[in-house]
């Protein structure tokens, strides 16, 4: 029996063929990750790798029986996989994993173009909570879909090939920036400036000779995809960061890339699912909107998970409530791991490190733990349990010293459903930035634990 509790470094403790694991399952990770930058392209991967493990289309009016695999693909945004497993729904409930799947980014506002001095820009509206100055001066990606009049679908993905251009928001030079670096980092880049350069190249036969640069990209993009002006307002298209994850330091020890928030999560949980027939029934969800709130058709507010579970239920005559009040739920989602280069904002005894396993966050929130779900000892005992008894590697954490500021994940809402649901996730250094880093120790220790739980 230990008597003291020390936190352990997953690659200290892990022989060489656990360190090969590790290592091969991020190469699945950042193959998923450079096709999964928003939730479209997350949702629809997670449908292709489900057709390939045998799931087939799920009806909300079919009578599901154990062994049947199934996915709900929701508006294209955000995805189910059912895996209907032996156990008795009505006593055993579903294991439901959740993580989302859209990340910070810069959509485009309804009516985005314009020209200034011969060259021609989107306009953005942030989307989630970023740090402006960050998205200036980098390689950005154009993803998403235009819908033509008529209804016909256009799908755009500009700048991940290395043959495509990238877009770009300029900054100032240091020359010039004096008084820019006076102000505030929350100041010194202004929302109404993320604007993305999109072409230079005027059109040569354009009467007016006003906004040639805009008639000739307008003219380029009706020929590639047949869209007008006028279609950008029936369309979801954002800049993300171009580019692939890639492995960080000299040993590869870690991974850098867009959107490990939460994909790092939805990951383990889609792999999990797939990998390991359980006995209970599981449900793996990709969430869209955690970033702006949860709300809409495709977050974690809307009531589409319950319909789901109520579907389960009456397939086996049970009752939902039943169901549901038996049920148990990891919320997979990242935490803030500890960064000594600011360690001010940290408290030490209570923080996720890098590397040192599946991340549990008792409870979220800010001042005095408002608005969180506070899994109960009980579940944590559960927890605990599952995890030491399947040789995971865990640890505990705060998002932050107490009042240093907070944050929220879709926990709350499944709680609310009547769910035990407990935070288990991955430690992020540098969350919320264009390019992320996390320890591949931790990616593949939340995939064992999301493996745990299923069992
Ligand atoms: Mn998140
Ligand atoms: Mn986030």
């Known amino acids: 029996m230990e008597l003291k509790y020390t936190r352990k470094n997953v690659y200290k403790e892990a022989d060489g063929n656990e360190l090969e694991r ?118 950005l990606a154009l993803h998403g879909v235009v819908m033509l009049r008529g209804g016909e679908r256009r799908e755009i993905c500009v700048g991940e090939d290395e043959n495509d251009p990238i877009f770009y928001i300029t900054d100032l030079l240091p020359h010039l920036g004096g008084e820019q670096a006076q102000k505030t980092l929350g100041k010194a880049i202004d929302a109404e400036s993320l604007n993305a350069v999109i072409g230079g190249l005027p059109a040569v036969d354009d009467e007016e000779e006003k906004e040639c640069v805009k008639t000739a990209v307008l003219k380029l993009l009706n020929k590639k995809y047949g869209i007008t002006e006028v279609d950008f307002q029936c369309s979801e298209l954002c800049f993300v960061p171009a580019g692939k994850a890639r492995d960080v330091g000299f040993d590869g020890a870690l991974i850098s890339a867009y959107g490990h928030d939460d994909k790092v999560c939805a990951y383990p949980e889609m792999k999990a699912i797939f990998d390991y027939n359980s006995p209970h029934t599981v449900l793996a969800v990709f969430a869209d909107k955690e970033e702006v709130g949860s709300d809409g058709t495709t977050g974690m507010q809307s009531k589409v998970i319950s319909d789901v579970i109520e579907t389960i239920a009456s397939s086996f005559g049970a009752n939902p409530i039943e169901v549901r009040y038996n049920s148990k739920c990891i919320s997979a989602d990242v935490t803030a791991g500890y960064d000594p280069a600011y360690s001010s904002v940290y408290e030490k005894r209570n923080t996720t490190f890098i590397s040192c396993g599946a991340a549990i966050s008792k409870y979220t929130g800010a001042r005095g733990k408002s608005s969180s779900n506070d899994a109960s000892a009980e579940y944590m005992g559960f927890i605990r349990d599952i995890l030491d008894d399947n040789g995971v590697f865990w640890q505990t954490g705060e998002l932050g010293a107490v009042d240093a500021g907070g944050g929220g994940t879709v926990a709350k809402y499944i709680a609310n459903l009547g769910i035990d649901t407990v935070d288990v996730g991955v430690p992020v250094l540098s969350m919320h930035a264009p390019y992320e880093l996390i320890s591949k120790a931790d990616v593949y220790s939340l995939y064992k634990a999301c493996l745990a739980f299923i069992k």
């Open 22 to 139: 590790i290592y091969e399952f991020a190469e699945g990770y950042k193959k998923f990750l450079d096709n999964s930058k928003t939730e479209r392209d997350a949702s629809l991967q997670a449908k292709l790798l489900a057709e390939q493990n045998g799931f087939k289309p799920f009806s909300f009016s079919e009578k599901l029986k154990a062994g049947d695999k199934r996915y709900f693909l929701n508006r294209d945004k955000n995805i189910f996989l059912i895996s209907v497993g032996t156990e008795d729904v009505a006593k055993d409930g579903v294991r439901i994993m959740v993580a989302h799947v859209d990340s910070p980014r810069l959509d485009l506002k309804p009516n985005p173009m314009f020209e200034d001095c011969g060259l021609c820009y989107l306009k953005t509206h942030y989307y989630g909570g970023i740090k402006k100055y960050q998205w200036t001066a980098l390689p």
